[in-house]
């Protein structure tokens, strides 16, 4: 059977099995609606957290940021997974405890004030948004790219399949489908990075191969560290060693703490935490997510190493017409270019970009052809020895290809990076639609709405997000892609330092929150907005503050929103003594399931 | 009394925290960014320490945190009488 046949096989029938779970988990009421219940059970909980949290860029583009960024990548694994320690211990299970529906819920509850509450609504809006985007418009690429259809026409399909189980299902058909969305989406990551390592160190474990010694071609082992390969071939060819860093310790701290801060602070995640039954649930629940992360989290650094050390030893001072087919295979969709700068038919690579840009071609293959047959580009070159541009995202889509497994291996990786995109994307828009529906309509505007009415307008506030996405994910703002990393940085800023001080520093009161809140958010969006889109000339270490990158700017927003929320608490009233019960309550697990009661 | 016992309880858990992050902090910021350098002169298997810290070791050490926090405070829940029934 031909791909493009396993392809749709594949995609298809794990399109049949979301709707089939959406149609078995119909949300009845609003606790349905917002939280599932509260009765998933903490590993399933685990799962749909996973999916939800690792987005189409996590499994199609991690692997291959680290098999380019090589040390430096470390601040995306240990950002992303470290963030789950501060949740399990400071943040999960108390908000479970206080055991509402939503973030800002628990800050316009904790802070008596519906100011707080607009101003997170308002937070939780445009944080989601941009993340969400960028997911509809992943939904569309992994279509295009595996099923030949337009990209377009792939966000349209997306937002259908999203349409059907988020608006039908709620909370409760986005968990269940996410659960068998990890299932899908892990699979489909392991299995082509076992058959690799296995190719390539003889260890069934990426984890274990990652450090072991190379085999050679007849699969005698050379005894040199996979590693140390690696570090000396990219050494060769002007590169700086895979296992050192390139960017500041300072900026790699910073940067790191802002990924943790912000992962503990994004909304789609902390809610996840509101669905278990019990405190004690959602402390548990916090290390199976973990644990299902770290599934891929410590596969992702080993499956960059192989695909660099491969990629290089494959291709470097090949001639052009004796490589595999791969490589002609993925230069017709754009993603690999070469241009012959030497003209001797061989592809050289050394360190730097062999021209501006990605690739624009003549033609097609057939309509303009080099020397060699290679496609011909028309960028203007740079004056470096490199040759060849890569796509970093090849480095997990090829794999299957690299590694000679079976066109279903393909068929798999398709029906991964769907999954991967869609849960994430879903997870989003409920967040959206529930800030807009119960925060912002129930809470604020219209406290005397019946159940029915909520629950009809949060499915309609789905909608309205999900088209609004869908649009976004068609005519990308040149912005998306530059703002979505610094979600993490404003979530950092804002949310988590609010929630913290709200659960372990009972004196914070509401002027202290809002004042923290406003000063940590307004201080990290101008310096990023002023160095990523005012004046980007100026985006270097020297003109930064304290040698702080925009994506690392997060972290000062933090520490900023901690101290003046500490200040201005200090000089202000104390909160209501019922705030102090609140807190007072959320502290002790006993009774969590009486704090459901509305 | 009771509002003494959950004083009490509270204060166990706030130490019990700040252990782990102690943990988590020296894994992460501390062998995987701070002391990397140093740590990259030690051979670990076929990894050097430091690089071997920032992108697996961590990992590891976040999740055994999460899973030993989520047992000691079941432990500490029913100390205190406050477990959830």
């Not at chain 1, 939280?35 to 189409?56: F, I, K, Q, Y």
């Not at chain 1, 959602?282 to 599934?295: D, E, K, N, Q």
């Not at chain 2, 051979?43 to 961590?58: D, E, V």
Request: hydrophobic letters at 50%; aromatic letters at 14%; proline letters at 4%.
């Amino acid at each position: 059977m031909d791909v493009q046949f396993l392809t749709y096989l594949f995609v298809g029938g794990s399109f049949a099995l979301y709707i089939g779970i959406a149609i078995w988990s119909r949300a009845g009421s609003t606790k349905e609606f917002y939280v599932a219940g509260g009765g998933v059970s903490p590993l399933a909980n685990g799962a749909a957290t996973a999916a939800d949290w690792m987005s189409a860029a996590s499994f199609i583009s991690m692997a291959g940021i680290i098999a380019f960024a090589g040390y430096d990548a470390s601040v995306y694994l240990m950002g992303w997974t470290g963030g789950y320690v501060l949740l399990a211990m400071l943040l999960a299970p108390y908000l479970r405890k206080f055991g509402k529906f939503t973030v800002p819920d628990f800050i316009g509850d904790r802070y008596y004030s519906n100011v707080a509450r607009t101003v997170a609504v308002i937070c939780v809006i445009f944080v989601s948004f941009t993340y969400v985007a960028g997911q509809m418009r992943g939904v569309g690429i992994v279509f295009a790219r595996f099923l030949e259809v337009d990209v377009n026409t792939g966000v349209v399909i997306g937002m259908a399949i999203v349409f059907f189980y988020a608006v039908l299902g709620g909370m409760k058909g986005i968990t269940y489908t996410q659960v068998a969305q990890y299932c899908v989406l892990i699979f489909a990551f392991l299995v082509p990075a076992v058959f690799l390592s296995i190719m390539m160190t003889g260890h069934v474990l990426p984890q274990t191969g990652f450090g072991a010694t190379v085999l050679d071609a007849a699969g005698n082992d050379t005894g040199v560290y996979l590693l140390d390969r690696l570090d000396q071939i990219v050494q060769d060819l002007g590169f700086g060693a895979y296992t050192d860093g390139s960017k500041s310790t300072i900026d790699v701290f910073f940067i790191t703490a802002a990924l943790m801060c912000g992962t503990a602070g994004l909304p789609h995640v902390i809610v996840r935490f509101f669905t278990v039954p019990t405190v004690r649930d959602a402390r548990i629940s916090a290390g199976w997510a973990l644990f299902f992360i770290a599934l891929l989290y410590t596969t992702a650094p080993a499956v960059g190493a192989f695909a660099r050390t491969n990629l290089i030893e494959t291709v470097n001072n090949a001639e052009y017409q004796q490589l595999p087919d791969w490589f002609y295979n993925w230069e017709n969709s754009g993603l690999i270019g070469w241009l012959d700068k030497n003209n001797d038919g061989r592809v050289q690579m050394a360190a730097g970009d062999p021209f501006k840009g990605a690739p624009t071609f003549a033609g097609s293959r057939e309509e303009a052809t080099g020397p060699v047959g290679q496609r011909v580009i028309t960028n203007t070159p740079t004056d470096n020895g490199s040759e060849i541009y890569v796509d970093r995202d090849i480095m997990v889509l090829a794999n299957p290809e690299i590694g000679n497994l079976p066109a279903w291996v393909i068929a798999l990786v398709a029906a991964g990076g769907v999954a991967a995109a869609l849960s994430t994307a879903a997870g989003l828009l409920l967040v959206i639609s529930s800030a807009v529906s119960h925060d912002l309509l129930k809470k604020t505007l219209k406290p005397n709405i019946s159940e029915k009415q909520e629950l009809l307008a949060a499915r309609l506030a789905a909608v309205v997000a999900i088209i609004i996405a869908g649009y976004f994910g068609i005519n990308p703002p040149g912005f998306v892609a530059q703002v979505v990393a610094f979600a993490f940085g404003l979530a950092a800023a804002s949310f988590f330092p609010v929630i913290l001080m709200g659960i372990f520093y009972k004196r914070m009161n509401k002027e202290g929150a809002i004042a923290g809140m406003a000063v940590g958010l307004a201080f990290t969006f101008c310096y990023i907005v002023y160095f990523k889109f005012v004046a980007p000339e100026m985006n270097t270490a020297a003109h930064w503050l304290f040698g702080v990158s925009p994506e690392g700017i997060g972290t000062v927003g933090m520490i900023l929103n901690f101290i003046v929320a500490l200040v201005v608490s200090r000089v202000t009233a104390p909160p209501p003594e019922h705030i102090q019960h609140i807190v007072e309550d959320i502290r002790v697990p006993r009774g969590s399931g009486a704090a459901h009661a509305h | 009394m009771r509002e003494e016992n959950a004083r009490a309880y509270w204060a166990a858990n706030v130490k019990l925290i700040l252990s782990y992050l102690v943990v988590w902090f020296v894994v992460s910021y501390g062998c995987g960014i701070l002391l990397a350098d140093a740590l990259n002169n030690i051979q670990f298997f076929g990894f050097k320490l430091g690089f071997w810290f920032a992108q697996q070791g961590s990992i590891y050490v976040f999740l055994v945190l999460i899973v030993m926090y989520a047992r000691s405070m079941n432990k500490l829940d029913r100390k205190f009488d406050v477990h959830e029934e």
